[in-house]
């Protein structure tokens, strides 16, 4: 018997790299750390399910027949998953020091109210230096990756699991907030990592249509959950930075796109707010730093993100 983890990979159209991710985590399951592991094909058109029934007999199988987007399809695998905590990782990485795992769980059911962990994410795997394996700590969290987290299936569930519509981005910042309006917390542990394989470059189509998920889930998440002054700070640092960084480029059109249908839905979000409490969202600027939310600190960033390319990190 294990120690109670369904480890839940979802894969569309990556069939050879998805073959590369399951050799490792096979065999942390022989080896009793992960109990189940499942792949969610979510609507692949290159074999990928095939793949799986003939090389990975033992991975249980959950076939979707169209495109669902990453939300719906982790909330699909959490659904199928037959174990306790569920280990959610994308397909195009491995974990290191994955034997810690257990001692990761042990913590985690330690703590009632602890909801998940989180593993940071290294990109490009030629470049890694492997780290000294260490006794995992885990560390108060704001947020997490979901390509790469341990959470509580029961927590997961209740607080009703992956905002499916998003269908791609900020789909964990959404959820990590209502895991903390409900008095959950969440944390992350360093002493494992996810080594992730350095992305292919996205055709021009996949692109913008990320650049309007992005932005467009963003503004939701803003409105939602967060009180109408932070809500109104963040939305303009939001437009402010977009509009910036993607002006004089294809992608200023993704973003005024995602801009807009954020804004159309606002009637409908205004009615469905469910902001943190002052106390709530206090504790959760304590978790972010605050520091790091003052507004001159935030414009000075928003100028350094934009010279570095990077997007907007806190939310």
């Known amino acids: 018997m294990g120690i109670g983890i369904s480890a839940i990979v979802i894969s569309r159209n990556r069939r050879e790299r998805l073959a590369e991710a399951l050799r ?8 009793g750390i992960i109990d189940e592991l499942l792949l969610v094909d979510d609507g692949s058109t290159d ?9 990975y007999p033992h991975v249980t199988l959950v076939h979707l027949p169209s ?10 695998g959490a659904l199928h998953a037959s174990h306790e905590l569920v280990l959610f990782l994308d397909d195009d990485g491995v974990l290191e020091n994955g034997a810690a795992l257990a001692e990761v769980a042990r913590l985690l059911q ?43 299936k029961r927590a997961f569930i209740e607080v009703g699991m992956y905002p499916g519509h998003f269908y791609y981005s ?37 692109r913008l249509r990320k650049i309007f998920y992005y932005y467009r889930n963003r503004q939701w998440v803003i409105w939602r959950y967060l009180p109408w002054r932070a809500a109104i700070q963040e939305s303009l640092i939001t437009l402010m930075g977009g ?36 106390e709530q969202f206090r504790r959760y600027c304590g978790l972010v730093g605050r520091e790091r939310l003052s507004l001159g600190r935030r414009l000075r960033d928003l100028v350094e993100d934009i010279r570095r390319r990077r997007r907007l990190h806190w939310i």
């Open 47 to 55: 074999g990928t399910s095939q793949m799986i029934r003939e090389r």
């Open 170 to 206: 900020h789909e964990e910042d959404d959820l990590a907030l209502r895991l903390h309006a409900r008095g959950y917390g969440l944390a992350s542990c360093y002493e494992i990592r996810f080594l992730h394989a350095r992305a292919d470059a996205d055709k021009t189509a996949a």
């Open 110 to 152: 330690a703590e009632e109210r602890l909801a998940g962990v989180a593993f940071p994410v290294v990109q490009g795997l030629e470049n890694i230096q492997p780290q000294d394996c260490r006794a995992p700590r885990l560390r108060p969290a704001h947020t997490f990756y979901g390509g790469a987290a341990l959470l509580k």
């Open 24 to 31: 490792p985590l096979s065999a942390l399951e022989a080896e």
């Open 67 to 76: 495109p669902q987007g990453i939300p719906r399809a982790r909330n699909e």
């Open 243 to 278: 509009a910036a960084r993607t002006i004089f480029t294809l992608h200023f059109l993704a973003f005024l796109a995602g801009s807009l249908a954020a804004f159309l839905r606002l009637p409908r979000l205004a009615k469905a707010r469910t902001p943190l409490s002052e």
